[in-house]
């Protein structure tokens, strides 16, 4: 009897587990669609994406210099340390073998937190940082809308 017992608590015990598992699979698919909606509404075109690429050398070196920078509030500086770990992260929210989309997804998470960190630390801060040309900071401006936002 008492090992009659304590097999259905055990049988119990492993499907709540398997429950939340699943529940937390669940849960994650709904996340990364809803994301996947997100980055589809909010694609690029071809062009602005070919510009977003040659910018990507100057572009990582202004993350970590204003990921260095103590003068800035330490919730930007969070927000863009954990970008650069999602950029250094091999697997993305879509794979870069989807055409266009693939590599969207980076530059749209990238326009988001530059866009975060201008309202917080002001478009002066990330100028300031801009390791590359005038030209250069124009089109990274014109990408992300830093201009818009004011400083």
């Not at 699979?25 to 690029?44: F, H």
């Not at 630390?121 to 990408?143: I, K, Q, Y």
Request: proline residues 5%.
């Amino acid at each position: 009897m008492v090992n009659l017992l304590l097999t259905a608590a055990g049988e119990q015990h492993m499907a709540w587990w398997w429950q939340t598992l699943i529940g937390a699979g669940v849960a994650l698919l709904v996340v990364w669609l809803a994301l996947l909606i997100a980055l589809l509404v909010a694609r690029p075109d071809r062009a602005n994406l070919k510009e977003a690429l040659r910018l990507l050398p100057d572009l990582l070196r202004l993350l970590r210099r204003l990921a260095a920078d103590q003068q800035l509030p330490r919730g930007v500086r969070i927000r863009i340390g954990a970008l650069l770990a999602y950029l250094a992260f091999p697997f993305d929210l879509i794979p870069d073998f989807i055409p266009v989309l693939g590599y969207a997804d980076d530059a749209i998470i990238v326009t988001a937190v530059l866009r975060s960190t201008v309202r917080r630390a002001g478009v002066d801060a990330v100028r300031r940082h801009w390791p590359g040309t005038d030209e250069g900071f124009a089109a990274l401006s014109r990408l992300t809308g830093l201009t818009g936002l004011g400083g």
